[in-house]
């Protein structure tokens, strides 16, 4: 049975996390928008490296830029103009003949599922502006069916799957210029004023997204009730000037202070490049006089002095976990996580700044059936941990209480840091 839209999508701003309702007309405007970020940031990436032809470092995180630019219209065209049966919606199936490309080759190039990420890095790419090209053509053809689609949640599946993709990927052009090194002009967080923990009260919760209608990724389903005790809970992320704390009561010496394999992690970040500290930090420690936290961090290739009540930025889960056992504290559940912020924002739970670790790995939840795009969920269950929240170079429109991220627990390029739980 078809999906009804309930919603009134005429009011729906193309920058709100209600984008997951929209209908039509909203849609095609948000699809328009996402493209235009993506140029931009193209434009940007230009400034910086049409000299040496995009080429960059082979760094096991990222992705080739050329390779990302055009995997982004590779994967709209691939599930919408090219996709047979995307009226149905997440009943379509993925192995089902697809129609040819408007430009030969893409496939061999920018197919995930198929294109190992090793192997992204010797292809030969079109140059960008054939890829901008194909970045429009296929932007036009995705608008032209989306025009004449019915305002269903079926039909209108795989265009909010695109729109989504595509402001996932915008945010990883953004980490990947932080990891570069390369300048970008984007606001980050400043300061946030020290509140108190917050003692959420035991409850039933349901956890993830309730089937009744609009979009949801499919490991936000289906919707379960979950016992949860009372707890307490950091209302703001953990800042430098507490993190400081640990570096200084030599927290990146004292092995007791973390997970096995934490450890090994951590000396064999140390045997690199003598590591102390967050990824992309300069100094961290207290200072001389004054007893106030000392970091310098580089961000976008620039060296800043960091304000102590600025969130850390740049952790990995295994210092996340350090830190807590070092303060007899805990990361979130994600269950917990999500109560927070659904019932305790009028209380102070400030949340998107930066992704936050939790204490959850990933794996689907009870029922799970995965949608069509089947690599993005299920291949990572186990290995991967739950982030929660958003960064500040998430799109509006992605930062939804409910969504789950989830990274393997050495990843520390992201905008990433944490809060903690009481024992």
Same mark, same amino acid.
Request: with cysteine; aromatic share 12%; glycine share 8%.
């Given at each position: 049975?078809?999906?009804?839209?309930?919603?009134?999508?005429?009011?729906?701003?193309?920058?709100?996390?209600?984008?997951?309702?929209?209908?039509?007309?909203?849609?095609?405007?948000?699809? #328009?928008?996402?493209?235009?970020?993506?140029?931009?940031?193209?434009g940007e990436y230009e400034k910086a490296l049409a000299e040496v032809n995009f080429e960059v470092p082979c760094v096991r995180e990222l992705?080739? %830029?050329?390779?990302?630019?055009?995997?982004?219209?590779?994967? $709209?065209?691939? &599930?919408?103009?090219? =996709?047979?049966?995307?009226?149905?919606?997440?009943?379509?199936?993925?192995? !089902?003949?697809?129609?040819?490309?408007?430009?030969?080759?893409?496939?061999?190039?920018? @197919?995930?599922?198929?294109? !190992?990420?090793?192997?992204?890095?010797?292809?030969?790419?079109?140059?960008?502006?054939?890829?901008?090209?194909?970045?429009?053509? *296929?932007?036009?053809?995705?608008?032209e069916i989306l025009e004449k689609a019915p305002d269903e949640d079926d039909a209108l599946y795989f265009h909010r799957l695109s729109l989504?993709?595509?402001? #996932?990927?915008?945010?990883?052009?953004?980490?990947?210029?932080?990891?570069?090194?390369?300048?970008?002009?984007? !606001?980050?967080?400043?300061?946030?004023?020290?509140?108190?923990?917050?003692?959420?009260?035991?409850?039933?919760?349901?956890?993830?997204?309730?089937?009744?209608?609009?979009?949801?990724?499919? @490991?936000?389903?289906?919707?379960?009730?979950? !016992?949860?005790?009372?707890?307490?809970?950091?209302?703001? $992320?953990? =800042?430098?000037?507490?993190?400081?704390?640990?570096?200084?009561?030599? /927290?990146?010496?004292?092995?007791?202070?973390?997970?096995?394999?934490? &450890?090994?992690?951590?000396?064999?970040?140390?045997?690199?490049?003598?590591?102390? /500290? %967050?990824?992309?930090?300069?100094?961290?420690?207290?200072?001389?006089?004054?007893?106030?936290? $000392?970091?310098?961090?580089?961000?976008?290739?620039?060296? #800043?002095? #960091?304000?102590?009540?600025?969130?850390?930025?740049?952790?990995?889960?295994?210092?996340?976990?350090?830190?807590?056992? &070092?303060?007899?504290?805990?990361? %979130?559940?994600?269950?917990?996580?999500?109560?927070?912020?659904?019932?305790?924002?009028?209380?102070?739970?400030?949340?998107?700044?930066?992704?936050?670790?939790?204490g959850t790995t990933f794996r689907g939840y009870p029922g799970f059936t995965p949608d069509p795009y089947r690599d993005y969920s299920q291949?990572?269950?186990?290995?991967?941990?739950?982030?929660?929240?958003?960064?500040?170079? *998430?799109?509006?429109?992605?930062?939804?209480?409910?969504?789950?991220?989830?990274?393997?627990?050495?990843?520390?390029?992201?905008?990433?840091?944490?809060?903690?739980?009481?024992?």
């Amino acid at each position: 049975m078809k999906r009804k839209i309930m919603h009134k999508t005429s009011l729906i701003s193309i920058d709100s996390p209600d984008m997951r309702h929209a209908g039509r007309d909203v849609l095609s405007l948000a699809l #328009m928008d996402a493209r235009n970020q993506t140029l931009h940031l193209l434009g940007e990436y230009e400034k910086a490296l049409a000299e040496v032809n995009f080429e960059v470092p082979c760094v096991r995180e990222l992705n080739p %830029p050329l390779w990302e630019l055009g995997h982004i219209g590779w994967f $709209a065209e691939w &599930w919408i103009a090219r =996709n047979l049966q995307r009226h149905l919606g997440r009943r379509a199936d993925p192995s !089902a003949t697809r129609l040819a490309s408007i430009e030969t080759g893409v496939d061999g190039w920018y @197919n995930s599922s198929l294109v !190992a990420h090793d192997t992204r890095w010797s292809l030969d790419l079109p140059g960008v502006d054939d890829i901008r090209r194909y970045l429009l053509d *296929t932007l036009e053809s995705n608008l032209e069916i989306l025009e004449k689609a019915p305002d269903e949640d079926d039909a209108l599946y795989f265009h909010r799957l695109s729109l989504f993709h595509e402001d #996932m990927h915008g945010e990883a052009w953004v980490y990947m210029a932080q990891t570069l090194g390369l300048p970008l002009k984007v !606001a980050m967080p400043g300061p946030v004023p020290a509140s108190a923990p917050l003692l959420v009260p035991a409850t039933r919760w349901s956890l993830g997204v309730s089937d009744v209608g609009g979009f949801s990724f499919d @490991n936000e389903r289906p919707a379960h009730v979950v !016992a949860v005790p009372e707890f307490e809970i950091d209302a703001q $992320a953990v =800042n430098w000037s507490q993190f400081v704390e640990f570096v200084d009561d030599g /927290g990146y010496d004292r092995e007791e202070l973390w997970h096995p394999l934490g &450890w090994r992690w951590m000396q064999e970040k140390n045997a690199q490049d003598g590591r102390r /500290g %967050p990824a992309f930090v300069e100094q961290i420690g207290v200072a001389r006089f004054g007893g106030a936290a $000392a970091v310098l961090q580089t961000r976008f290739g620039k060296s #800043m002095r #960091m304000l102590g009540g600025q969130p850390v930025m740049h952790v990995s889960w295994w210092e996340a976990d350090a830190w807590c056992r &070092w303060a007899g504290r805990r990361l %979130p559940a994600e269950v917990e996580w999500e109560v927070a912020a659904h019932t305790a924002a009028r209380r102070g739970f400030k949340w998107g700044d930066v992704w936050e670790w939790t204490g959850t790995t990933f794996r689907g939840y009870p029922g799970f059936t995965p949608d069509p795009y089947r690599d993005y969920s299920q291949p990572w269950f186990g290995t991967h941990k739950v982030l929660r929240g958003a960064s500040f170079a *998430t799109r509006s429109r992605m930062k939804h209480p409910k969504y789950r991220n989830y990274f393997l627990p050495e990843r520390d390029d992201i905008f990433v840091g944490f809060r903690s739980c009481a024992v």
